[in-house]
């Protein structure tokens, strides 16, 4: 059935394309006329009256009305296209009546109808940039789709290469070519949404039609694509009996930038803040502010329905990816009449679409389901309804989001499971068109003892960097369970990961949540994740049945005293058995329903993994794991060989902490709940020793039964030494008040491949068994806080300095000073300083010995140990950096503020070897260095007395540096101003400035900088704390004298952070190379010079300075600092240090130009052995041209 358009009149666009558009002839079957631009900017407060069509809750002056009363002010278009229409309230009628659209909507009808009627995939790749992607071999490789008859892949091209291809690489999409010049808008962006918010003009005789932006398509692997679209549909359609399905814009940065809430704010200040880098986000900027300010403004001030729906539930979506469903007429006029509600919104005003769906869906008087008004509903899957109670739109969580790469899977949720769409494989394999490894990783067991940062980093991440495909499966409970060992006093103490947010949902979304985030983080993807209160074993049929024949035979013991373990020894053990038993059930039956979520997987994704990994929930990985050594065996599984372990193994036991098996043999495991039931424990028993049955009062243990049953399987086993599977289980115990001590609940060691622990904290971690655990509780008392009733501003100096130690901030503080979660570390960890800090505020009391310990005083100042917390940022390429810049980082930067705790971070590029270029002779880069960086920050923190601080590192390849801002480069080397002829950007007033691939070398310092903050800003939400002092210093320097990031100058220190400091040497006319300081002030000078450059340019007096990074820096960047921030800039003279050049040189003439200035005091050193004295190499000193100095050093004064 074709829509109709409210009348058959025609309106086209001429073919010739640009302004003429904006006096476009408009045609109508009864009249002709001419308008202008300027009438096709009407008065409009928004599309409201079309909205109100599109749900029909209320009439257009009822509609109007409530506007009035939001007193949003009339509003003239704002849109930089002004595309004329007649009827400004039917705009989007118009432009679909459209000849040409109509002609491409017959031609579709022709080719398609016939096909595609039960499911339509489309999107447009529409300009060149876009178009390429569907000619790229990658485009959509490696991966399978299930085509069923019925169904059409569609690609809106415009062929802007005239290669006439109807097919795109992959043979999957078929590409249909359009016009632009005859589309209605120039831009591609807005005439993209014409497509997308239409696909019942364009698809009337679809079913079901999905639409996908293009670009998730060339990462359509790593962002979990559905494999089966129809199943995607009945996944969000048919589950929610919607009419369309959207997914919630995440929490990220990309779409929040480093708020915490999704809403209009955030999202259009991301959406601006990247258009510093990628200009085009939008065809115009302005608008986009304007427009953001208007929703801002129009409902700010309402206590309507409508502005409910907007300011508090936030129907915030990606739009990248639409679900809708055409059977129904009422499905069908809401989706049109939604679209040309939202199209409208485009049409006026930004082309940003995700800006205008809120809105749109608030003035359609569409509103949250009243059973989804609940706590937490930002983490939830969300329905909205109609005046009549109907459901209308479906809003998958947020995070399902394809950024956390399992966007598929995630959309379905583990009960209530909707498993096919069609016939199901039988026999899934992995597809021969790629060789990548496989491997499912699955860990069962409770909220309370999961650790999950260390299996991330330590194995999942590892994996990730081989080119590993790992999906990670969880299953965890909440609700108590009694232990084997209840008696020991820990147990009742345990605490999940620190790094875990604290639960504030009944359900645990948030933690969902983060664990999702996390998991995408090490580039792996979820393959099903369940939190739930407990597993429900005692209705599951086997058990029920087993413990009706056991009560027959024993009606007075626990019916699970004994099944699967048996331990008759006497009252007490029968009953800790029972437990175990109960305990070792859930674990396998939660495990045996994650196997039916990886077997649905390989079914449903036509793969099959390689190697399945089963783990337990308390598995701390103490060192990278190198799956290497799993697939260099030809065993069917692989286990620790815990030979070395006290007490030892019994020769009828295999360890069972963590078992990897092939896929092969991996069912057995997967369902090894099913399997205990039909295994003859009694038989396993028999064959044991009478010192251990002891006349049949003990039967295998699980570590028995996990030897008997492989061993009936007939499997090949490797036994692998704790070397090169580096875990233990362990135990993170919460002491009162937030406190964290770390243990070892249990402990495996092998003879052959022992594991060596090198990390001084690791090292101290004791077994939980060998802790005097009362003691410790009788030690620490917690009392009333001294300061609770205070708020900060009026919190003592004293008690203010200490909790900022704690990480507290005024925020924190007056919204009830709780120890931060993000202080739970390890007593052990603990500075002397922060003890008296928890002491000052009265959270701690230590008594008796401790006490005693803790009096003997400090040599630090005691305002050192309330500065803020804070981070060391580098960047940059990292030139000599092993021979020449490390060890001066270490003695000038690394040791003087090893007492503040600074965590590190490190961005760099990937480059092997650099070509010669401006005072560079070129050569060998030292891109594996940073490898030395964490043991040294380990031995410095340990020095310091304090715990080893955090440590990012993260390289970046040229080719990635390109795929970001390779057109910006690109424009700033060409780009020429138009009222002088010359190049825009590039410095050619300054002679120093000779090739433009010096612009490339400033934007990847520019990036380096940016993204080094970036990762440092990432880390701080990750840890729940902010860092207030920040310092940022060239990986590619030789730093000659110590810096202090609380020095001003040699005499001062700013321990109230109140000034950023920058070096006093180098002024060309001010030195751009480093700064430290206040947060707020650094930001700018780290994170905004893409942002501020265009006014840079437009505002300096001089011409032909463009991007000279020190006039950019002292007219713009440093004046933006002191007037925006308060913060006053101030010059360090006492720093000097050194930039290093490839091929272990130096140029020592940095800090002494005649030009630049010169450091306090540089003249009166021998700088030659100054170098020499720090890097322990012969140098000699070469003259450059420039007036530059040149150090050069070898291991030989020969060889130089």
Known sequence: MMYSLHSSASFDFPATSGLTRNAAAVHSDNESFIQSTSSSSVEVRTTTETIVESAGPASASESLAEMKEMNSPPTKCLSPEKVPCTFESNCVDELLRSTYLNQLQEKIRQEYENKCRDLVVYGAALGSKYE??????????????ERPPGTCFLQFVTDTRNTGDVLSADGLQHLIVIDPARMPYINNRRNTKILKMNPGFLFPWADRVIWQ?????????????????LLH????????????SYVGLPLHRNAVGNSQKVNLKAHCKAVIAAANTRPTVSDDIDVLRRHCKLYEDMYKNSTLLSSEVFHHHHPFVDSAFIVYDMRSSVCRNFNSNFGHSWLKEIHCFSDRDQVSFPHVVASSKLRLSPEMQIKGMEFRDRIYIDKNDNPMIHIAKRSCHWYFRSFARCISPEQKEITDSREGLSNPQRSDSTSQLNVAVIVAGTLKRFMLDSTLRNAVGPMSDLGVSV????????APAKAYRSSSVYIEHLQPDPLLPVPTLDDFVDVEESIRMRVARERAKVGALAITKEIDIDTEPMLVNRRKLTLKKHPNEDPDQRFPILDDRND???QRTANANRNLLRLHFAIQNLWEAVTRREKEENFRYDYVMFLRDDTLWLDEFDINNVISTDADVIIPSCDARDPPLHESEFNDHILISRRDTADVFGEYYSKLFDTDVSACMEQLPDEISQDGKRGCNSEMLLKWIVGKENMRVSKLGQGLLPFQRSANVKLPGGLTIQCFHKFCQSKKDPMIITDDRLKRIEMCSKIEWQQIFEDFS????????????NLPFHARSAAKTLGFGPVMWDQGNFLPSSFGKPLEDMSEFEINALRTLGYLTLKGKKEKNLSDGSKLQPEKLTQTRCSLNFFGLPRSFKSMALPSIVQNILKPNSIYHCDIVVHYYKIDFEDSGRYNSGGKIDTDAFSDFINIVNDLAKEAGQSTPSVIIVGETKEEFLMKYGEHVEQFQTAINPETGKLKYFPWANPTYKSLKQIENIVMQWNSIQTAWQLMEDHAVTIGSKYQRVAFFRSDAFYATPIDIFKVDKDTYDYNNEFAIIPGFARFPVNDRMMYGPTEAVRIWATQRFERLEHHIATYEFEGYGMHSERYMEHEILPAIQNET???VIENVDICFYRTRAGYSVLISDCSHPTGGTVRGMEDIDQVALVESIVHLKCIQNSTSDSFEELRCSNTSASI
């Open 471 to 478: 999906d990670y499966f969880v299953s965890l409970t909440t």
């Open 233 to 244: 549909f009945n996944r969000t359609i048919e589950r929610h009996h919607v009419c369309s």
């Open 213 to 229: 932006d293009a670009k998730l398509l060339l990462k359509a692997n790593q962002f979990g694509l559905p494999k089966d679209y």
């Open 1126 to 1128: 308060g913060h006053e």
């Open 782 to 793: 917690w009392s009333k806080l001294p300061f609770d009733h205070l708020s900060w501003s």
């Open 132 to 145: 390429a992607w569907t000619r790229s071999t990658e485009y959509l490789a490696e991966r399978m789709i």
């Open 572 to 574: 007490d053990t029968s």
